[in-house]
């Protein structure tokens, strides 16, 4: 073996993930003819080429493809191992890749990071919004660290670890001036007939109503599908739909329309969610630092 070197490595792996020598390099914040000349000579100590470079793209080879697993776990071995070492001294210095569903209501999302930041002011925090199948994927291929889910009652996340926060049971939700509106409560049946405004079908927001209607014999009918909760609220409130949603969502707009509690509705529970077997430092650190809604101090 010559001389290569994992910033090598990095070059390789960052081009495969943008297919471009220049976005690569960018990322990399070093000139293009620099991680060019890197990967050449890489290319050339072992003998294959890596990469199949056109005029408009660049795409791995077979070998290009054969190697990048490898490269890419040397990277990440590497990252960890520094990670490790500082967080052996209390030290976090990775960043925490946070997922949350848009809807979260169980944990106190600001208030979590602003600890999180105080206590571990080197490491670097970086969140995105999903779909809960989407996040418990990243989790077990260690695309995320940490990731906030909403899942139909009693249905846990495969192949990651979790608990619990919090478990609501979904609540009707009505315009203003809907006859359901004066109701102290109503059974889902009774929802039969309504059009409805849901999450797309095969999300796991979806599944919570999808459950229930299909356990007690009804059908529905979805005309509208969004993946944003304040999109289907606002729906409800032109009186177009009714929803269900759990309270902590509504409680945003509760203003502009009615809730009702339903009889034998859908509940919703709210999970956290890390590696199962390999968590990194950062996300041990987040999990210690976690404040629900309920521990919340009194505003």
């Not at 697993?69 to 990775?94: C, K, M, N």
């Not at 990243?138 to 478990?167: F, H, K, M, N, Y």
């Not at 409130?237 to 329309?257: F, I, N, Q």
């Amino acid at each position: 073996m010559g001389e290569m070197d994992l910033q090598q490595l990095r070059y390789v792996v960052a081009v495969a993930a943008s297919s471009s020598f220049t976005r690569a390099a960018e990322k990399c914040f070093v000139t293009q003819s620099a991680l060019s000349h890197q990967i050449a000579a890489l290319e050339r100590e072992i003998g294959q080429r890596l990469f199949v470079r056109t005029s408009r793209s660049v795409a791995l080879s077979e070998a290009g493809a054969a190697f990048l697993p490898h490269a890419r776990a040397a990277v990440e071995a590497a990252d960890q191992a520094v990670e490790e070492a500082a967080a052996a001294s209390g030290t976090i210095v990775g960043s925490l890749r946070l997922g949350v569903i848009p809807t979260v209501t169980a944990m106190d999302v600001p208030g979590t990071l602003r600890a999180y930041r105080l206590a571990h002011p080197s490491s670097r925090v970086e969140m995105t919004v999903g779909n809960s199948d989407a996040m418990i994927a990243a989790v077990r291929s260690g695309d995320l660290d940490i990731a906030l889910l909403g899942l139909r009652e009693g249905v846990v996340p495969e192949g990651v670890a979790s608990r619990i926060l919090e478990t609501e049971s979904l609540q009707a939700v009505v315009a203003t001036d809907h006859p359901f509106a004066a109701e102290g409560s109503v059974a889902l049946k009774d929802l039969a007939g309504e059009t409805f405004a849901d999450f797309p079908v095969g999300t796991a927001g979806r599944a919570q109503s999808d459950g229930a209607f299909r356990a007690v014999g009804v059908e529905r009918d979805v005309a509208f599908e969004a993946d944003s909760a304040e999109l289907i609220l606002d729906l409800v409130a032109s009186g177009l739909a009714v929803t269900l949603l759990a309270p902590g969502v509504v409680r945003r707009s509760a203003a502009r329309v009615a809730v009702v509690d339903v009889q034998g509705g859908p509940a919703r529970s709210e999970h956290l969610a890390w590696h199962a077997t390999d968590p990194r430092s950062a996300a041990r650190a987040f999990l210690g630092v976690v404040t629900t809604r309920d521990q919340r101090p009194p505003e």
